[in-house]
């Protein structure tokens, strides 16, 4: 071959290589030119449903598109985290999602129809909570040590509602720590568990913060604990339940994904306006008054923390005597 030859044959090669490479550059130089939708594992109302509506709102104002939150609910999550992980990964299907379908649902369940590492492209971290331990008013208990004492002197005869992994397990660690016996009562989600409870079918429920905490400020549950080892700054005045069972502390998450395959360079935008969003006054205001801590990361960051955070659940559900269903 003449280097004439080599000349041509190899500008030919980088011109088709270029236009091969125009339809993916303008895709993701478009993104997004419609509507996105964010799948919550969890019902309306719940701690994720909010946090996931806020995220909206903000992705909504800065990428000029509508974003649509859709709830599906159901099997600890499984069932909105299998629809998340099942969706194109074209950056118009991201997942709000917790700690109960990304961490605990393999060790909750014998069998889930999705890998929460390998189905998953993280984005970043939106928020950590405490769980809040709430009783009907009407049960004759004002402190943990009471509730403890109330317990054994009726064992087998209280109950505990649970709507995720968030609220099933601490219920699960203070059985065990407390050594007491209630019934588990399960629920789809956490609203609907925690209206039992104010309604008096259940006793107690361990409850995200943004749910239980107004419900509490009504008057129509007690508050008796958090999982944290600080008190709450929206509930000061209800103390942390290590204070009586040493060595208690659980702190549920909240953080966007989307499927594996989304483009690189979608997954560093939505990354951007997700720390934008936590990182702004209105937003830690808005969580601060839900009782949430405001966490933000890099994609990377979430992506280490969701392998920690797998390993934690599954010896924590194990040392709580949890069975997988």
Sequence with gaps: MTRRQFLLTAASTAAISGLTALPAFAQDA??????????????????????????????SRALGQPVVVDNRAGANGTIGALAAARSAPDGYTLF?????????AP??????????????????????????????PALPVKTLPELIAL??????KLSYASGSAGTLLPGAMLTSMAEIDMLHVPYKSIPLGLNDVVAGQVDMMFTD???????VKAGKLRALGVSSVGASPVLPEVPPIAQTLKGFELLAWYAMFVPTGTPGPVVERLNREINAAV??????????????????????????F????????TRLIKQAGIQPE
């Design 151 to 156: 317990a054994k002197a009726r064992p087998g």
């Design 209 to 215: 913060m943004a749910t239980g905490t107004p419900q």
């Design 107 to 136: 060790g909750l369940m014998k069998k889930i129809s999705y890998d929460p590492i390998k189905d998953f492209a993280p984005v970043g971290r939106i928020a950590n909570t405490p769980a809040l331990l709430v009783v009907n």
């Design 279 to 304: 990182g702004s006054p209105a937003m830690q205001e808005r969580l601060a008054t839900l009782g949430l801590q405001p966490v933000t990361s890099t994609p990377q960051e979430l992506a280490d």
């Design 30 to 59: 478009t993104w997004p030119s419609r509507p996105l939708r964010i799948i919550v594992p969890f019902g309306p109302g719940s701690g994720n449903d909010i946090v996931a509506r806020l995220v909206a709102d903000h992705l």
């Design 306 to 313: 969701s392998r920690s955070e797998l390993t934690k659940w």
């Design 96 to 104: 709000v999602t917790t700690n109960t379908t990304q961490a605990a």
